[in-house]
């Protein structure tokens, strides 16, 4: 039956706005551009989403994972959605096959050997209570800015978490619109054991935000809340979430971490996990790149030096310290090429990204030019990197 426009069913994927979390995960991950966001929503384009399902597996929420069935000429439109406090109520039809056309993309798994982590047990509208413990501030106090380290006290076995997962934080009150604030994701910067091998104390870090990327001034409604708690303080928390930037529990496993500014907090919690269980890792060492504007604004900058040689070997680059080049993370990568190749070339070698959003095309343009020098081609092998769960970003 070849029907008018309005007798074709299709099946319209949609994002959920009560458990969508705005991590822009799926906006960044579609291949196509059809994903978008306002203040408020992120919402799918109908005419230009392939059902590549790329999108599906990164979100952690499963916001992204809403469908409706309806005629093609009343398909849902971006307006709709942008304006949307919650999904339409499903409609009775049977969903027709959507077409899955594939997409290569390069969104890495979590390592085979990862442990099974757990997601969404307290998704958006149904928090865990929690309380905070401890706050204590973990760059200098001349730095640029605040980042403190917030202890929360979790019941242990209600949200468990793994190395390089997140809890989600709302802030109380409502937006100038009246809704509730946007949920903010922390990584996890304490070990799967607890802060200290406490069970239940959780660490995240957070950075007091009054100004915007762009240098601009910006009230961080979510980070001044945090940064401003005080201990003994209730909370809500939701999670935990991701399932990809975990890492690998294989005894030959080897990390390169690679983070800038509180971006270092899920690398944080991989090698505090390493190192309370140096056996049971192999012992091998792991490689930081660390970077920040200065020593000053570097988070744990002093719990770094005082790791041991043989279990961390660490390599600073800082951005803006007077009377010195400008450094970066990739130009420590850069000068550190054999060894980074080596380890691109050995298939026990685990690489993670996290920080500004920018570094990322800072970092694959020293690992093209580490590449280059060594007869490879990064783009030949970062897709093969990506496939074997051994190439993590996680970047804002
Ligand atoms: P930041 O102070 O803004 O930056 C840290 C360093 O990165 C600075 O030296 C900065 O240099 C440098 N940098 C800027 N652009 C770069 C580029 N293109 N390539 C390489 N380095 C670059 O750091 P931050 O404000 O703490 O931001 C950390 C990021 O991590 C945020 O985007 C945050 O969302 C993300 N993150 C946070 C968590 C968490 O749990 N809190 C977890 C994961 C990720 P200049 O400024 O001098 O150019």
């Not at 849902?76 to 290569?104: F, K």
């Not at 026990?348 to 590449?371: D, N, P, Q």
Request: glycine share 8%; charged share 20%; with cysteine.
């Amino acid at each position: 039956m070849s029907g008018s426009p309005a007798a074709v069913l299709i099946r319209q994927h949609l994002i959920d706005p009560e458990t969508c979390i705005r991590c822009n995960t799926c906006e960044e991950t579609c291949p196509v551009g059809a994903i978008s966001h306002d203040r408020h929503n992120y919402v799918v384009n109908v005419d230009v989403c392939e059902w590549c399902q790329a999108c599906i597996e990164p979100c952690p929420t499963g916001a992204i994972d809403n469908y409706r069935v309806l005629g093609r000429d009343q398909a849902y439109g971006l307006t709709q959605q942008l304006a949307w406090d919650a999904l339409p109520a499903p409609t009775a039809a049977v969903a027709p096959q959507a077409p899955v056309p594939h997409h290569d993309h390069l969104v890495a798994p979590a390592p085979a050997s990862a442990a099974v982590p757990a997601v969404n047990l307290f998704p958006p509208g149904h928090p865990l209570p929690a309380s905070l413990l401890d706050r204590r501030r973990i760059n200098a106090a001349n730095a640029e800015s605040e980042v403190w380290q917030l202890l929360l006290a979790l019941p242990a076995d209600a949200f468990p978490l793994l190395e390089g997962q997140s809890l989600g934080i709302v802030a109380p009150g409502l937006d100038g619109e009246g809704r509730p604030h946007a949920m903010r994701l922390y990584s996890v910067a304490s070990a799967r054991d607890g802060e200290d091998g406490q069970p239940g104390q959780v660490a995240i870090a957070v950075k007091r935000v009054t100004h915007s990327h762009e240098g601009k001034p910006a009230h961080g409604i979510c980070s001044n809340y945090l940064c401003d708690l005080a201990p003994g303080a209730a909370l809500a928390v939701h999670g935990p979430f991701g399932q990809r930037f975990l890492m690998p529990e294989d005894a030959a496993s080897r990390l390169v971490l690679i983070g800038t500014g509180t971006g270092l907090a899920p690398l944080r919690a991989m090698i505090e996990r390493r190192s309370r269980h140096p056996q049971r890792y192999g012992g091998a060492p792991m490689v930081l790149f660390a970077g920040a504007r200065s020593a000053a604004d570097l988070p744990w900058l002093n719990e770094l030096l005082r790791r041991p040689a043989g279990l961390l070997r660490t390599h600073f680059a800082f951005s803006r310290v007077a009377g010195q080049p400008r450094q970066y993370v990739q130009d420590r990568l850069l000068e550190e090429h054999a060894a980074i190749y080596a380890a691109l070339c050995a298939p026990t070698s685990y690489f993670y990204l996290c920080g500004r959003k920018g570094m990322e095309a800072g970092v694959h343009a020293a690992l093209a030019e580490i590449c280059r020098r060594h007869g490879d081609d990064w783009a030949a092998r970062l897709p093969e990197l990506a496939a074997a769960g051994r190439f993590h970003s996680e970047t804002y």
